[in-house]
């Protein structure tokens, strides 16, 4: 069963490593597969559309591509969302719950806003029908960087260890279901071939078996393959002077290749399964660069 098989792929890992990227290019390749997908942002700032070169889609889901959507899931709107779900109307939600009274409890509840959020993903990734069919195939959750992931991830047990009863409590266990059913979800911590990256990534993943949260491949992101030979740089050396910047360049891509063999090995020892994916050089880092990454996800579709 490969990854766009699942109903909802969850990608974290450090900041910066590429969870955003991995999203848009997983998003991309399900959708050229024909599925039906929407990416669900949940970090400050939309980065999906930006990728795709396409208009973000803010609160409200929106169509980038075809069959592919997304949203940016704010605490607010997905709690004004909740609450009309319960009570039946906006008007009364609106009457109960003005803009300042939500904010006020947003506020002073921490994870309130991460129940709302992870609420709203797993509703569209396991609830969301129109008529007897599903609306999305697959929900993929650009989650937040590592510890923030893990604790939007943990929502429903933390919540579930305190309450067991009543309708929230009702609704944390069909998410808790949902997350921990390695047939429907599967997490991916993205990481690079860097020291940091790596441990975090090693910690993360060990973190996620203990919640038992299914963990699919590790991707390994920006990896670089060796590309200059020793008799190449041998050439550039003789050019002298001249060219000493293009041999520093060389000298530098070499020793982050190597670098990628050194991590790709820790990794491996630590972890089920890891995925390579190459560094890409492009200036414009847009749909060409999605579709390459693409290609080299393939193994785990
Ligand atoms: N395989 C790759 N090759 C080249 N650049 C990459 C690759 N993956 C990510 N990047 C770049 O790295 C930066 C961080 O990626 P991003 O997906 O925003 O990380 P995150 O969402 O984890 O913070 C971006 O500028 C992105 O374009
Ligand atoms: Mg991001």
Same mark, same amino acid.
């Given at each position: ?10 990608? %974290? ?7 955003? %990227? ?6 991309? @390749? ?14 400050? /700032? ?12 803010? #609160?409200?889901?929106?169509? *980038?591509?075809?069959? $592919? ?7 607010? %709107? ?11 109307? &906006? ?11 939500? /904010?006020?409890? $947003?506020?002073? @509840? #921490? ?6 959020? *992870? ?6 990734? &396991? /609830? ?18 590592? !510890? ?21 409590? @009702? ?10 059913? &390695? ?16 441990? &975090?990534?090693?910690? $993360?993943?060990?973190?996620? !078996? ?6 699919? #491949? ?23 002077? $001249? ?59």
């Amino acid at each position: 069963m490969g990854l766009l098989d699942r109903r909802l792929l969850v990608l %974290t890992g450090k900041g910066g490593t590429g969870k955003s %990227t991995m999203t848009a290019a997983l998003a991309l @390749a399900a959708s050229r597969r024909g599925k039906r997908v929407l990416v669900c942002e949940v970090t400050a /700032k939309e980065r999906v559309a930006d990728l795709l070169g396409r208009p973000q889609s803010g #609160p409200q889901i929106r169509e *980038l591509l075809p069959r $592919l959507s997304s949203v940016h899931v704010r605490p607010q %709107t997905a709690m004004r969302e909740y609450g009309i779900m319960i009570l039946r109307s &906006e008007m009364l939600y609106d009457l109960v719950f003005g803009r300042k009274i939500v /904010k006020y409890f $947003l506020e002073a @509840a #921490p994870s309130l806003a991460e129940i709302v959020q *992870l609420g709203k993903v797993t509703w569209h990734a &396991e /609830k969301d029908f129109e008529g007897s069919r599903r609306r999305f195939d697959l929900v993929i959750l650009d989650a937040p960087a590592t !510890g923030h992931g893990l604790t939007l991830l943990t929502v429903p047990e933390v919540f579930l260890d305190l309450v067991h009863e009543g309708p929230l409590a @009702a609704d944390m266990k069909w998410m808790q279901a949902l997350l921990q059913d &390695e047939q429907r979800t599967q997490t991916c911590v993205v990481t690079m071939p860097e020291e940091m990256p790596v441990n &975090e990534a090693i910690e $993360l993943y060990d973190a996620l !078996g203990k919640h038992s949260l299914p963990r699919g #491949p590790v991707i390994l992101n920006s990896v670089f393959a060796p590309r200059i030979s020793e008799q190449e740089r041998v050439a550039v050396a003789r050019g002298g002077p $001249l060219l000493s910047a293009v041999a520093d360049a060389a000298d530098a891509h070499e020793a982050r290749a190597e670098l990628s063999v050194r991590y790709e090995k820790v990794l491996r020892e630590k972890v089920q399964q890891i995925l390579p994916v190459p560094h890409v050089f492009d200036r414009q880092f847009g749909i060409a660069a999605l579709e390459r990454i693409g290609k080299a996800l393939e193994p785990i579709l």
